[in-house]
């Protein structure tokens, strides 16, 4: 009844005043309204669903997904929602663990792997070490050693390695006058004082890792005649069949420390070699090798309450080798004679080296520079203000010259290698020399090829340097710098002079990819299982990287090398399974088998993000999860088909017996799940969280189980749900607030029954 006592109005009483969804009862009748999501219509009294999406996007930076009452924010792949749930971030995926086996560059929605020098990616984030040796046996004259990260040639008794460390090249008889000597040591006596000196020009190598130690090396070090291996590239020639001399010796120091610091272009040293008495010098003794280690550490403190300070100690150790000059030889004194007067003189000069080390007066020439070896007091210079030897500073930090560079002790920063000189490591103190005539290369060349006056691919020269001829016809030359052609073979002529490739051979028949031309038989051989080949028209397959292999031969792209060992990481309290060569698809015919044994009172649950298996071939392919082996335990979870819907479930049996297995008929990328025990005691608490709805029911929720460092935090809590409240304020920088509160609810509730 209307308030005027006489009109009859509607009340909520009936039929619900009308109303879609609420109603209030007022003066005048009945009052209509929409819960949040939802627009009253002109006619007062229906309800309809508000598109949020539709002004402004819904405040989404990617995607809005409007949904009756609600909307929901969506982000492309390679983004996760802010916790915020509008905004969008691009996933760090190289801040995951075991992202990439080597190196991992981020991108705005992606990542690429990439794989050291010498490795090579398949199966998109794993490096496997490349056979150079299957590729034409690597560009080696004769032998070829596959080594980690590279590959060695090697040559046949008699014969030496080019420096272009490919070609072998016959050692020849050494000239009368015998080579230079690259290498000396001098020593002299100035009354009490012995001084000595050691001089290199080239050859040189310097490693220090530290402010405490370093190693230094002149000259190349003798390879034993008959020995094949790891030829070097030395002057040795025909003669050095008569074994080098070889001497070492150690020197002990106390309150001193290793140092190689700039001394001067005129110092001491030289001056008491030019004024000193009976030099003992061994310059024409011909060192081709001197190796030396310098290392200081602490002295123990000992025991006796006499001695209780700690005292530097340093320790020298010194390598020499040198060769007897066999022009030198008579009558009277062959080469046994010579090789006992060159031993006693080297003993001899040892003997004053001891002394000048004592006395801190044994320097490194290098470029009439003098560094000093060793230096007196435990304080040495300031590490704050210098760097160790081959460094220089920069924006306040200690970098190591680069290669193409040296460091310049009296300028005391790095500088470009000279012309006709190169350097390919760190942190060095000279330059070695460009082999060839001229030598012209350009400055600050940092390898061999840098050097410049190479033969080009498609020429040879007796040096590998110009003047150059062009490879005749039936020959080619696909690199820099050799002495000879390669030989098509069978008879085969090329199409022209000059040829740079196999494929310029004029073969019988063109082979496609996944074959090589078998110049003996003139046909195309398909490529074996572990080998594959991109082109056309080639004489020789590539082997798969690493321990990886293909399902079948012929193969025609690195895509189809795979590994086939089984992934994963079992644990106690968190772990994963994972198929081989995952994340890229895996190989054919493959087994697998996983135990998951928790620790006792726990059980397990598994998050199974996505799955990836071929359903085409009647569930050849095949993912199961039982109590053990047999077919008729309790299964807990089986599938042979692609799911990119998260799942997560606990396991029907305390232990599982997990195997995958593939036939050849297809392959896809196989599947990552990982596994947290958690106290069975908790059971309960688990089951209600991972059978509730809601988990699954946002897209954003589902993207939490597919995220490596969201699931991470997901599993922290129901492995520990008793700690949930210590770092519930860390998890809320991580995970959505809905996603919060729905395990919020949940712990409360279990946790505290009563409040």
């Known amino acids: 009844m209307h308030m005027d006592g006489k009109t009859c109005i509607e009340t909520c009483s009936v039929n619900n005043g009308g109303c879609d969804s609420r109603c209030h009862d007022v003066f005048s009748g009945v009052h209509c309204s929409c819960p949040m999501g939802f627009m009253l219509q002109a006619d007062r009294k229906t309800c309809k669903d508000i598109d949020e999406c539709r002004v402004n996007n819904g405040g989404c930076d990617h995607y809005c997904r409007n949904s009756v009452g609600s909307f929901e924010c969506g982000c492309k792949k390679g983004y996760k929602l802010l916790i915020n749930e509008k905004g969008c971030q691009d996933i760090d995926e190289c801040s995951f663990d075991r992202t990439c086996d080597h190196m991992c560059a981020n991108s705005p929605g992606s990542f690429q792997c990439l794989c050291h020098k010498g490795y090579s990616l398949y199966g998109i984030t794993h490096c496997g070490d490349i056979d150079e040796c299957s590729i034409n046996k690597g560009g080696c004259k004769f032998g070829c050693t596959n080594v980690p990260a590279g590959f060695e040639c090697t040559c046949p008794t008699g014969y030496k390695l080019h420096w272009n460390r490919k070609d072998c090249i016959e050692l020849i008889k050494c000239a009368s006058s015998g080579p230079p000597s690259h290498s000396s040591l001098a020593c002299s006596r100035n009354g009490k004082k012995d001084t000595c000196s050691l001089t290199c020009s080239s050859k040189t190598l310097l490693h220090s890792d530290s402010d405490s130690s370093y190693i230094f090396s002149c000259g190349t070090p003798a390879v034993r005649p008959g020995i094949n291996s790891k030829q070097n590239t030395s002057h040795h020639c025909i003669e050095t069949m008569v074994l080098p001399i070889k001497q070492k010796a150690s020197f002990k120091l106390k309150d001193s420390r290793c140092d190689l610091l700039v001394r001067g272009r005129t110092s001491r040293v030289e001056e008491n070699t030019r004024h000193g008495n009976a030099p003992a010098t061994c310059t024409d003794c011909q060192l081709t090798y001197i190796n030396l280690k310098c290392d200081s550490s602490w002295k123990a403190r000992s025991r006796s309450l006499r ?449």
């Open 307 to 755: 001695s209780t300070i700690n005292k530097k100690i340093t320790r020298i150790s010194l390598e020499l080798e040198a060769e007897v000059k066999v022009d030198d030889a008579t009558a009277n004194c062959g080469i046994s004679c010579l090789h006992q007067r060159l031993e006693r003189k080297i003993k001899s000069i040892l003997k004053s080296l001891r002394k000048s080390i004592n006395q801190e007066r044994f320097v490194i020439r290098l470029a009439s520079i003098e560094y000093e070896v060793i230096q007196r007091g435990t304080a040495g210079r300031e590490r704050g203000e210098n760097c160790l030897p081959g460094q220089q500073r920069m924006w306040g930090k200690c970098a190591s010259c680069p290669p193409g560079t040296y460091y310049h002790g009296q300028m005391d920063q790095c500088q470009p290698c000279p012309q006709g000189t190169y350097q390919e490591k760190e942190g060095q103190l000279l330059c070695d020399l460009c082999p060839g005539a001229d030598a012209n290369g350009p400055a600050g060349a940092s390898n061999l090829s840098a050097c410049g006056g190479q033969c080009s691919p498609g020429q040879f020269s007796t040096s590998g340097y110009k003047p150059c001829q062009s490879c005749s016809r039936g020959m080619y030359q696909p690199d820099t710098g050799r002495t000879q052609c390669i030989s098509c073979g069978g008879g085969i002529n090329t199409r022209h002079e000059g040829a740079t490739s196999f494929q310029d051979c004029e073969t019988k028949v063109q082979c496609s990819p996944g074959h090589y031309y078998n110049t003996t038989l003139h046909r195309c051989i398909r490529c074996l299982i572990g080998f594959y080949q991109p082109e056309f028209r080639q004489n020789f397959c590539i082997a798969c990287p690493g321990n990886s292999s293909t399902d079948f031969d012929g193969s025609t792209s690195i895509a189809q090398c795979k590994n086939r060992h089984c992934g994963g990481e079992l644990g106690d309290y968190t772990g994963f399974l994972e198929s081989p060569n995952y994340p890229g698809n895996y190989p054919s015919n493959v087994e697998c088998t996983w135990n998951i044994s928790p620790p006792a009172k726990r059980k397990i649950l598994l998050v199974v993000p996505e799955i990836f298996l071929p359903s085409e071939d009647e569930c050849g392919d095949l993912l199961v999860m039982r109590k053990n082996a047999s077919p008729s335990s309790i299964t807990t979870y089986e599938t042979c088909q692609t799911y990119e819907r998260p799942i997560a479930f606990t396991a029907r049996s305390r232990k599982l017996w997990v195997h995958f297995k593939s036939n050849e008929v297809n392959s896809a990328r196989g599947f990552q799940v990982p596994y947290v025990t958690y106290d069975e005691d908790y059971e309960q608490l688990v089951e209600d969280i991972v059978r509730d709805g809601r988990l699954y029911s946002s897209e954003n929720h589902q993207e939490i189980l597919k995220d490596k460092k969201l699931i991470k935090a997901f599993f922290e809590v129901l492995a520990h749900p008793q700690n949930y409240f210590k770092y519930t304020e860390k998890h809320k920088e991580m995970l959505p607030r809905s996603f919060i509160k729905l395990l919020r609810s949940k712990v409360i509730a279990f946790l505290r029954p009563y409040k």
